[in-house]
């Protein structure tokens, strides 16, 4: 009620008082009278009202379709319909048949009248019952920054009660305030307003307003603007920690079975990107059969794919360890070939089974979408796979900290002989903890499936970073594969905006060569008789 009193005292200004008092239809029936002053007036007029109808009949006026019958001088809506014209009542919709043509003339609309019936409409649309259509119209009023729109804008805030529009509709009358010729300190109190924004589209509003004719207007804005660039810069750089940070938790879910492996059987595994591809193959595996036969469940099918994945990865990965590293222990060059071998392998019957073309493996919806905190734009997908890194790291430290066979791959982590002197079962260890970091490998698989493409050389993008988060880290050492990754994800990130991503990625590998110059055993170097040996 208090927005419909508001929009109609609001319209009416200007308008004689017989004219506001005129019901809709009559007012309709009056609009080919005069001319388009005259015309602009009812228009206003037909807004004042109130009446929802007279959005339709203002759009149909703009349109043209709005006309006036020479039979008896009635005004129609008109609608196109063979060779001549379907008519209604404008105000009811009635069909009120058809005539032809040159039976109707327009009511006729200049540029001027469509500015007018534009600004009425935006003003009804300020005053609508849905918050959603106020906001819409509050952000639209923003973009254009019309000071036209001022009235309209202070009637909608004084009537508005949702804080989110209010917020909007005050940013929307702080941008027309700059572009009309209100004094300095409404425009100062503005530009304030638009400090506090501090967004791209706030920040070309006070770029516009120093050229100000009025030099203390000019001078305002150009501090406005230094501070807006401050205020960006510092956003500019949470985003790029946080970009680092998302980049950092894939790196580590893709690292961290490669440092376990890595640190107990000093094995170099070329294989483990292709274990990461066969946890998103899988997970691309239970969409196609939720989807086939389940479409409901697809909500839960990361859930479901998780351990799919792991057992999938894990027993491959076992089965290598079995087949193939055991007989090459001690000898890290023949286990790299011999594994960089099975990563061809590996790729290639995926191919054979899948095709060479990627999958579309899709986002669930808890997944989907994103949210801003203040000008940092956080995805979901991205925001769940940082928090998923997090478990599963967490969980890997309970295993190793709390299990016997995480005692066990401890003992013979740090000296495996004496380990095997004491009765620990090695190469059960060794095939247990292959096992556990492939399958790892493929709950990183599961995740990258969700930002990443699902192909056979899905895995080859990251075995590198892999490794240089590894070695930077400290072979063997959870918290520096954690300590790395972050590490890592957040100078590549950096880099990228001033370097490019190639360039930033050889920047770093330059940047751990030199640190492992100076500490070949990584941040957090594994202490024990075997290693200091």
């Given at each position: 009620?208090?927005?419909?009193?508001?929009?109609?005292?609001?319209?009416?200004?200007?308008?004689g008082?017989?004219a506001?008092?005129?019901?809709?239809e009559?007012?309709?029936?009056?609009?080919p009278?005069?001319?388009?002053?005259?015309?602009?007036?009812?228009?206003?007029a037909?807004?004042?009202?109130?009446?929802?109808?007279a959005?339709?009949i203002?759009?149909?006026?703009?349109?043209g379709?709005?006309?006036?019958?020479k039979?008896?001088?009635?005004?129609?809506?008109?609608?196109?319909?063979?060779?001549?014209?379907?008519?209604?009542?404008?105000?009811?919709?009635?069909?009120?048949?058809?005539?032809?043509?040159?039976?109707?003339?327009?009511?006729?609309?200049?540029?001027?009248?469509?500015?007018?019936?534009?600004?009425?409409?935006?003003?009804?649309t300020l005053?609508?019952?849905?918050?959603?259509?106020?906001?819409?119209?509050?952000?639209t009023?923003?973009?254009?920054?019309?000071?036209?729109?001022?009235?309209?804008?202070?009637?909608?805030?004084?009537?508005?009660?949702?804080d989110?529009?209010?917020?909007?509709?005050?940013?929307?009358?702080?941008?027309?305030?700059?572009?009309s010729?209100a004094?300095?300190?409404?425009?100062?109190?503005?530009?304030?307003?638009?400090?506090?924004?501090?967004?791209?589209?706030?920040?070309?509003?006070?770029?516009?307003?120093?050229?100000?004719?009025?030099?203390?207007?000019?001078?305002?804005?150009?501090?406005?603007?230094?501070?807006?660039?401050?205020?960006?810069?510092?956003?500019?750089?949470?985003?790029?920690?946080?970009?680092?940070?998302?980049?950092?938790?894939?790196?580590?879910?893709?690292?961290?079975?490669?440092?376990?492996?890595?640190?107990?059987?000093?094995v170099?595994?070329?294989?483990?990107?292709?274990l990461?591809?066969?946890?998103?193959?899988a997970?691309?595996?239970?969409?196609?059969?939720?989807?086939?036969?389940?479409?409901?469940?697809?909500?839960?099918?990361?859930?479901?794919?998780?351990?799919?994945?792991?057992?999938l990865s894990?027993?491959?990965?076992?089965?290598?360890?079995?087949g193939?590293?055991?007989?090459?222990?001690?000898?890290?060059?023949?286990?790299?070939?011999?594994?960089?071998?099975?990563?061809?392998?590996?790729?290639?019957?995926?191919?054979?089974?899948?095709?060479?073309?990627n999958?579309?493996?899709?986002?669930?919806?808890?997944?989907?979408?994103?949210?801003?905190?203040?000008?940092?734009?956080?995805?979901?997908?991205?925001?769940?796979i940082?928090?998923?890194?997090?478990?599963?790291?967490?969980?890997?430290?309970?295993?190793?900290?709390?299990?016997?066979?995480?005692?066990q791959?401890?003992?013979?982590?740090?000296?495996r002989?004496?380990?095997?002197?004491?009765?620990?079962?090695?190469?059960?260890?060794?095939?247990?903890?292959?096992?556990?970091?492939?399958?790892?490998?493929?709950?990183?698989?599961?995740?990258l499936?969700?930002?990443?493409?699902?192909?056979?050389?899905?895995?080859?993008?990251?075995?590198v970073?892999?490794?240089?988060?590894?070695?930077f880290g400290g072979?063997?050492?959870?918290?520096?594969?954690?300590?790395?990754?972050?590490?890592?994800?957040?100078?590549?990130?950096?880099?990228?905006p001033?370097a490019?991503?190639?360039?930033?990625?050889?920047?770093?590998?330059?940047?751990?060569?030199?640190f492992?110059?100076r500490?070949?055993r990584?941040?957090?170097?594994?202490?024990?008789?075997?290693?200091?040996n």
């Amino acid at each position: 009620m208090l927005r419909t009193l508001a929009l109609s005292l609001l319209l009416a200004i200007g308008l004689g008082g017989a004219a506001a008092a005129q019901s809709l239809e009559e007012l309709v029936a009056a609009l080919p009278d005069g001319g388009y002053d005259d015309r602009a007036k009812i228009v206003r007029a037909i807004a004042a009202t109130g009446d929802p109808r007279a959005i339709g009949i203002l759009e149909a006026l703009s349109e043209g379709d709005i006309q006036q019958l020479k039979s008896d001088n009635s005004v129609v809506r008109v609608q196109k319909g063979g060779a001549g014209y379907l008519i209604f009542d404008p105000v009811t919709g009635e069909s009120r048949g058809d005539v032809k043509r040159r039976d109707a003339d327009k009511v006729k609309v200049n540029n001027g009248l469509r500015r007018e019936i534009a600004a009425v409409l935006g003003a009804m649309t300020l005053m609508s019952d849905d918050p959603n259509k106020r906001l819409e119209a509050a952000v639209t009023a923003f973009s254009t920054a019309d000071p036209e729109q001022i009235g309209a804008l202070d009637a909608a805030i004084e009537a508005e009660t949702v804080d989110k529009v209010k917020k909007a509709l005050r940013d929307a009358r702080a941008a027309s305030i700059m572009k009309s010729g209100a004094s300095l300190e409404e425009k100062q109190e503005a530009l304030d307003r638009l400090v506090g924004r501090g967004d791209r589209d706030a920040l070309s509003i006070i770029t516009a307003a120093t050229q100000d004719k009025d030099p203390a207007v000019a001078k305002a804005a150009a501090e406005a603007q230094e501070k807006v660039e401050r205020i960006r810069a510092m956003w500019s750089n949470a985003q790029n920690v946080w970009y680092g940070l998302s980049l950092g938790s894939v790196l580590m879910l893709a690292a961290i079975g490669l440092a376990i492996s890595f640190g107990v059987m000093g094995v170099i595994n070329m294989a483990h990107g292709e274990l990461v591809m066969l946890g998103a193959y899988a997970t691309y595996m239970v969409q196609e059969v939720i989807r086939n036969s389940a479409p409901h469940l697809f909500d839960y099918s990361l859930l479901i794919a998780l351990p799919i994945a792991f057992c999938l990865s894990g027993g491959v990965g076992v089965a290598i360890e079995r087949g193939v590293c055991r007989w090459l222990y001690g000898r890290p060059l023949e286990t790299l070939l011999a594994t960089w071998g099975v990563s061809l392998i590996l790729q290639q019957t995926v191919r054979s089974i899948f095709g060479p073309t990627n999958k579309e493996v899709g986002n669930p919806s808890w997944m989907s979408g994103a949210f801003d905190i203040g000008q940092l734009s956080v995805t979901y997908n991205r925001l769940w796979i940082f928090v998923f890194a997090l478990v599963v790291f967490g969980l890997l430290l309970l295993i190793l900290k709390k299990t016997p066979i995480g005692l066990q791959m401890r003992a013979v982590t740090q000296n495996r002989r004496m380990a095997d002197a004491m009765g620990v079962k090695t190469g059960w260890v060794d095939a247990m903890t292959f096992g556990l970091g492939a399958g790892i490998a493929g709950l990183a698989g599961v995740a990258l499936s969700q930002i990443d493409n699902v192909s056979p050389n899905l895995g080859q993008g990251y075995i590198v970073d892999s490794f240089m988060v590894v070695v930077f880290g400290g072979v063997g050492n959870l918290w520096g594969a954690l300590a790395g990754a972050f590490t890592l994800g957040v100078v590549n990130k950096f880099l990228e905006p001033y370097a490019g991503a190639v360039l930033a990625k050889v920047l770093v590998l330059v940047f751990i060569i030199l640190f492992i110059q100076r500490r070949p055993r990584g941040l957090f170097a594994l202490r024990g008789r075997a290693v200091e040996n």
